[in-house]
Each structure stands twice: as structure tokens, then as C-alpha cells.
């Protein structure tokens, strides 16, 4: 009666944690669309002002703004900025943006940490790294981007840092996000070799200026970009594998049902014979 008891407490707790992952899954999906556009928009965006920066870069001198050239002091130290998600229950999203996070930089101690995303606050203090900033903990991780920028720009414009990169998962589809490495700066803009011409257009009040202005822009832009294909990867693991609980928890009932009915038709089976024993006894 017991082991009935037994199974019959964990059907239903199996039911629920089927409920509640079922629930999980579905708001994942609403947020993987949005950010799944976002991030699709994101991209024809960064072509567009990858487009402008390439079309002033035969109209302008390049090599003096201080976000193209290298530092004059090299401290071979670089800023990563890791971005990760604030929540867990993605499968195995932030495990392998860690592992491969580990690979990139396995001397630690070389360089400094920016976090987006508490997931890789946590993974950067328990490994010993130098965490330099986190911005976890924000309600919105696009609206922390412009702080972001400032600090990197500060940071690598006065000399402490020869290069910074970002870390994050890049979104390819629902299943598949792959982590990804990218140098944002120092800034690697290659001259087109035949300007377009096909279009004519005025600048004002100059090249030089507009791209001055122009530059700090596209470089927002590619952390945006990076921030948004972090979220879609997010949301998109975070469904799958709220869809593979819900269905594990689903066999887990339906194994423990079959196992709670042969429990019963054993007691039943017992008590028939009990019975059979009993009337035996009492006629002989």
C-alpha cells in the first residue's frame, strides 16, 4: 500500500513539473520570436552602417583616429567582454560558451573580464579571473550597451588594453548556437579598392567629421548586434530544452503508471487470494 502511495506521489509530482516546463516552454518561444526578428533586423542594420563606413573610408584618412590604430604602449593585456544569459534552464548554451570561453584564453590572468549576464559573472569569480565590470542584473541588456561602449572605448583610447574582444553565442536556428570570438578593437576597416561611384551624394560638413562621429556608431552597433544574437540564442536553448523536460517528465508518467497499475492489479491479485484462503479455511 505503501509503494502505491509511493508511486502515486511521484505521477503526480512528475505532472507537475510537466505543467510547469510546458508553461516555461511557451514563454520561451514568445521571446525567442521577438528576438529572433530583433536579431535578423539587427544584422540588415549593421550591413547598412557597415555599408557607410566602407563607402567613407576612400574619403577620409582612416589612420588617425584613435578606435583604428593601435595603441603606442603595448601592455599585452586584452578586455573581453563575455556575454551570457542572467538565467539558467538553457541546456547546455552557457556550459559551452564557457568551455569554449576557456579555450580562447586559457592564461587567465592575461586579461580582463566585462560580463553581460550573471551566468558568466559567476563562471569569471569562480575560476579566479579579473572581473573589471559587470553589468548583470539590468532590465534590459540592450539599454546597458551605450555604458558598455563608453567604458570600452575608455579603456582602450588611454592605453590599458591593446585589443578588445567579444564572447558570445551566435544564433544560427533553434537547435544549433554557436559560440563565437570577435576583435572589435581595435577597429579593422580595409578601403574598398574601387570606390562606388554610381552614387553621388554630399557630405556635410566633411568626410573626416561624419566619419569621426560615424565610427563610435558602428562600433555600438556590433556589440548591439552581438548582445542580440546572445538573446536569441538564449531564448531559442531555453525553449529546447524546456520541450525535452516536458517530454522526459511526460515518459516518467507513463512509465510510472504502468508500474502504479501493476502495483495495483498485484494488490488486488493478493487481497482475491487472501480471500480465497480465508473462505478455504472457514468451510473446511
Known amino acids: 500500500m505503501a509503494n ?15 505543467q510547469i516546463t ?3 516552454e511557451l514563454v520561451a518561444a514568445s521571446k ?12 540588415l542594420y549593421a550591413q547598412k552602417i557597415f555599408d557607410m563606413v566602407m563607402s567613407l573610408v576612400s574619403r577620409t584618412t582612416i589612420t588617425k583616429h584613435p578606435l583604428i590604430k593601435k595603441p603606442e604602449k603595448i601592455n599585452n593585456k586584452r578586455l573581453v567582454v563575455l556575454l551570457s544569459s542572467d538565467k539558467g534552464l538553457c541546456g ?6 564557457f568551455r569554449f570561453f576557456h579555450e580562447q584564453y586559457p592564461q ?5 573580464v566585462l560580463t553581460l549576464g550573471k551566468k558568466g559573472a559567476s563562471y569569471i569569480a569562480r575560476i579566479g579571473g579579473n572581473l573589471k565590470a559587470d553589468f548583470s542584473g539590468a532590465t534590459s541588456h540592450i539599454g546597458v550597451v551605450p555604458a558598455i561602449i563608453q ?11 591593446d585589443a578588445v574582444d567579444l564572447v558570445y553565442n551566435d544564433f544560427v536556428n533553434i537547435v544549433k548556437q554557436v559560440p563565437t570570438k570577435k576583435t572589435i578593437l581595435p577597429l579593422t576597416i580595409q578601403s574598398l579598392d574601387v ?6 551624394f554630399l557630405i556635410e560638413p566633411d568626410a573626416d567629421s561624419v566619419f569621426e562621429l560615424l565610427l563610435p556608431h558602428y562600433l555600438e552597433n556590433q556589440v548591439r548586434d552581438a548582445v542580440l544574437e546572445a538573446l536569441a540564442s538564449e531564448h531559442s536553448a531555453r525553449m529546447v530544452a524546456m520541450r525535452n523536460a516536458t517530454d522526459n517528465a511526460l515518459s516518467l508518467m507513463d512509465d510510472l503508471t504502468l508500474e502504479y497499475n501493476k502495483a495495483r492489479q ?7 487470494t487472501d480471500l480465497i484462503t480465508a473462505t478455504l479455511a472457514m468451510s473446511s
Do not use: F
Not at 547546455?92 to 560558451?97: A, F, H, M, V
Not at 570606390?195 to 553621388?200: A, G, K, N, V, Y
Not at 498485484?266 to 482475491?272: D, V
Open 4 to 18: 502505491i502511495r509511493l508511486i502515486k506521489g511521484r505521477i503526480k509530482s512528475a505532472k507537475n513539473i510537466a
Open 22 to 24: 510546458k508553461a516555461m
Open 32 to 43: 525567442m520570436k521577438k528576438a529572433q526578428a530583433q536579431a535578423i533586423t539587427g544584422k
Open 92 to 97: 547546455g548554451l552557457n556550459t559551452n560558451l
Open 108 to 112: 587567465i590572468a592575461s586579461i580582463d
Open 151 to 161: 567604458m570600452v572605448t575608455s579603456e582602450y583610447t588611454t592605453g590599458h588594453y
Open 195 to 200: 570606390p562606388d561611384t554610381s552614387l553621388e
Open 266 to 272: 498485484e494488490k488486488i491479485t493478493y487481497e482475491i
